[in-house]
């Protein structure tokens, strides 16, 4: 089944444009003790979406606001999350603060846009929560706390545990529009990842193309589990990242499939936008009657391990073309579907694991 076009998708918002709706909606309760909904609010790139309260609550000093994070068609974590914004009145002279409450997580490591021991709200949401505020009368003197229900148990699905965000998740989004399957998104999340990797003085970082792969390059390379990327399809965001923020190693993991797309010059490892040239594979066999065969798994399942150890160094020599002028040591991985080390590659070639 083909995947349904883009333009049939439904965008939706991000966490950082909820939470500025239900900013801007306790901030106007607080100073003129009246609540409006819908409420709108003005993204970075000039669009004004609207957005319905789900509850509303206030006390002499403070107030309350939840806006029902809708993600669109997205398959994202926090679709349905009450986004929750208690704006109080805050010390003279202070500004804008922001907490994290229930459910929204604490940086504790370097390396995140945001110092360690603050709330995990990113520079953008914060920004346009801070414009809301100085937009509406008032005096601007406020504490922002945000709080998600059940968030604790949302950022363990996230890459957040990894990061070094405790707690909960993050109030995230840099234009307030979520792109149903965004590979943006991903992609940034593997920068932050080996920014967050560098900042902790870790050198060697492994990129997994899923789960399997990640748990046998851990178990085998000895990583920390900030030093583990999920890199998934796209081996050249990763790998461009790292050619200008280099560390000493990289591992790439993942496999057979995977990695033969990468032998054979994919830098994206995604079904719909790249395939296994099998006549390619069944050449490098020496068993051209191969090319019959219906995947690459079949293929190296008649051709025998040599050939994992082949692909193994020609994926690798693909990654070295994408990190060319670097001093970056580069090895790769092959890992079975039953969770065994099939193959590696490293400047000494290929080999198979016994």
């Not at 907490?99 to 945001?114: F, H, K, S």
């Not at 050249?236 to 923020?245: A, E, Q, W």
């Amino acid at each position: 089944m083909r995947a349904k076009p883009q333009s049939d998708l439904r965008t939706g918002f991000t966490t950082g444009a909820c939470a500025t709706a239900a900013t801007r909606a306790a901030y106007l309760a607080l100073t003129t003790g009246s609540w409006i909904s819908p409420v709108e609010i003005i993204l970075p790139k000039g669009q004004r979406p609207s957005f319905e309260l789900a509850e509303t609550e206030q006390g002499p000093d403070w107030a309350r606001a939840v806006v029902q994070k809708d993600a669109g068609d997205d398959p994202d974590v926090t679709h349905g999350a009450l986004i929750c914004v208690k704006v109080s009145f805050g010390p003279t002279g202070e500004g804008v603060r922001f907490r994290a409450g229930p459910g929204v997580g604490t940086v504790t490591r370097p390396g995140l846009p945001i110092a360690p021991g603050e709330a995990a709200i990113n520079p953008v949401p914060r920004r346009m929560m801070e414009a809301v505020i100085a937009q509406e009368p008032g005096p601007g003197d406020v504490i922002i706390e945000i709080s998600v229900p059940g968030g604790a148990a949302l950022a363990k699905k996230t890459w957040n545990p990894r990061l070094g965000i405790e707690g909960g998740i993050s109030i995230l989004g840099t234009t307030g529009i979520v792109r149903p399957y965004s590979c943006a998104a991903w992609i940034a999340s593997i920068h932050r990842g080996i920014d967050v990797a560098r900042a902790n003085g870790e050198m060697h970082v492994a990129g997994s193309t899923g789960a399997t792969s990640e748990r046998v390059a851990q178990i085998h390379l000895g990583l920390p589990d900030h030093a583990m990327l999920d890199m998934g399809d796209f081996a050249g965001g990763m790998l461009k990242y790292l050619r200008r923020h280099p560390v000493a190693r990289v591992t790439v993991a993942g496999g057979f499939g995977k990695l033969t797309k990468l032998a054979q010059g994919a830098l994206d490892l995604h079904s719909s936008r790249s395939q296994v040239d099998l006549r390619q594979l069944a050449d490098w066999a020496g068993r051209p009657e191969l090319e019959g065969c219906n995947t690459a798994m079949e293929v190296l399942s008649v051709a025998g391990p040599l050939l994992a150890a082949d692909v193994a160094r020609r994926g690798r020599l693909t990654a070295l073309e994408v990190l060319k002028g670097t001093d970056i040591e580069l090895d790769t991985l092959i890992v079975g579907r039953d969770g065994r080390l099939q193959a590696w590659a490293d400047a000494d070639g290929g080999h198979v694991f016994a």
